[in-house]
């Protein structure tokens, strides 16, 4: 076992041991809403900015996906301010479990990753990277042509939509992670708190895959032993990889700038659509 996997497999084990547990030290960046049929769902109304700045409530929020959503979830969800429902997900994941939303939302699908084999390459990759698959994925969510396509759609509609916004994927944690890293270095937050925001999920993810890992043993003829937990676990290296891919560009907000193709006036535009002096901000 290379260096590299075996400290990636450590990270996973930690993280899912603290979740067994329910001991976890994740803190509480991006509020949790409790819905009936969606999870980890979250909005980041209330983060702040390094300019003391903070998000406005009900304008950005994240999640798994709609397809359980129930009757009261779609209310909650407009109540807040929805009018937006970007999905991450590629065409195959949206026909499978299609997303639940009301007439007067606007929907986008928009996926990261191309319609290919997805599954297909997620399985052969448990076994040819075992430990490392999803940490791979992370790197070609800043590489791949595809993915920065993505992101500019992504931006598009933040920039020119009304309403609030909300995106998933299907699980909410690695394209959904990455795009609201993206979306809260826009808007000027730290990188400490993008980071915590991403562990974060690690609260609302399953606790155990037995039942997963065992189905997926059959399929495939081989043991996965804890791989399988890349796919419920948001592990340090994986928001590590992605802001890491930046380097090259001078970091987050460099890479929106150079590749996503964010001018000032949009960093500008973003920043005041989407934040307020934290005295404007509404009590609980």
């Not at 899912?16 to 009936?36: A, C, Q, R, T």
Request: proline share 5%; aromatic share 8%; charged share 25%.
């Amino acid at each position: 076992m290379q260096g590299n996997e075996a400290h990636i497999i450590r990270q996973i084990n930690h993280v899912e041991f603290e979740n067994e547990h329910e001991d976890g030290d994740w803190p509480i960046v991006s509020k949790p809403l409790e819905l009936e049929g969606v999870g980890n769902v979250r909005d980041m109304g209330g983060i702040p900015t390094q300019d003391g700045q903070r998000i406005r409530p009900g304008m950005l929020l994240r999640s798994a996906d709609l397809h359980k959503a129930t009757d009261a979830d779609l209310a909650t969800l407009d109540r807040l301010g929805v009018r937006n429902i970007i999905d991450l997900r590629t065409r195959q994941e949206r026909h499978m479990e299609e997303d639940r939303l009301l007439p007067d939302w606007r929907y986008f699908p928009i996926p990261v990753f191309d319609e290919g084999g997805e599954l297909g390459k997620q399985l052969r990759g448990l076994i040819a990277e075992p430990g490392m698959f999803i940490e791979s994925l992370y790197p070609q969510m800043i590489d791949a042509p595809m993915a920065v396509s993505c992101w500019k759609d992504c931006f598009g509609h933040l920039l020119d939509d009304g309403g609030g916004t909300l995106w998933h994927c299907t699980q909410g944690k690695d394209r959904t992670g990455a795009l609201a890293a993206l979306v809260l270095a826009s808007l000027g937050v730290d990188e400490t708190l993008i980071i915590d925001d991403y562990l974060e999920t690690n609260r609302f993810m399953p606790h155990t895959s037995s039942k997963l890992a065992q189905k997926l043993e059959s399929i495939l003829g081989a043991r996965v032993d804890g791989d399988i937990n890349q796919f419920l676990t948001a592990a340090p290296a994986y928001i590590h990889a992605f802001i890491g891919a930046t380097t090259r560009y001078g970091g987050l907000v460099g890479f929106l700038r150079t590749k996503v193709g964010l001018s000032e006036t949009d960093f500008e535009r973003l920043r005041e659509r989407y934040t307020c002096d934290a005295s404007d901000m509404p009590r609980d």
